[in-house]
């Protein structure tokens, strides 16, 4: 499967951005699909995922109850909704695919970049 994020900008603080990570190859819900997000110089860190069986999701504590992660079967897409944006939320966002079995996110999309200012 090959994975594109976009959606990625500069806005204020407070304000909402959606990401998209588009799938190509294969279909998103054959797999559990991450984002994760990276700021340079710091190690990458999960922001949320949604499972390929039920749809569950499950979010790192500092965007819960901000961020949404849903999925768009018929547009082969799955989404980050953020809302609330915080200047410590500025980094490069990236979406991943898992196999349900597997541990370890193996395909990678490249991130898109969101700066949020105060």
């Known amino acids: 499967v090959q994975l594109q994020a976009s959606g990625g900008g500069l806005v204020q603080a407070g304000d909402s951005l959606r990401l998209s990570c588009a799938a190509s190859?294969?279909?998103?819900?054959?797999?559990?699909m991450g984002w994760f997000r990276q700021v340079p110089g710091k190690e990458r860190e999960f922001v949320a995922h949604i499972r390929r069986s039920g749809g569950r999701t499950h979010y790192a504590d500092s965007v819960k109850g901000r961020f949404t992660c849903f999925r768009a079967n018929a547009k082969n897409t799955v989404y980050l909704q953020m809302n609330s944006l915080k200047p410590e939320d500025t980094a490069v966002y990236y979406c991943?695919?898992?196999?349900?079995?597997?541990?370890?996110?193996?395909?990678w999309g490249r991130g898109t970049l969101v700066t949020v200012s105060s």
């Open positions: 190859g294969r279909t998103v819900s054959s797999y559990d």
């Open positions: 991943a695919a898992r196999v349900p079995v597997r541990p370890e996110y193996d395909y």
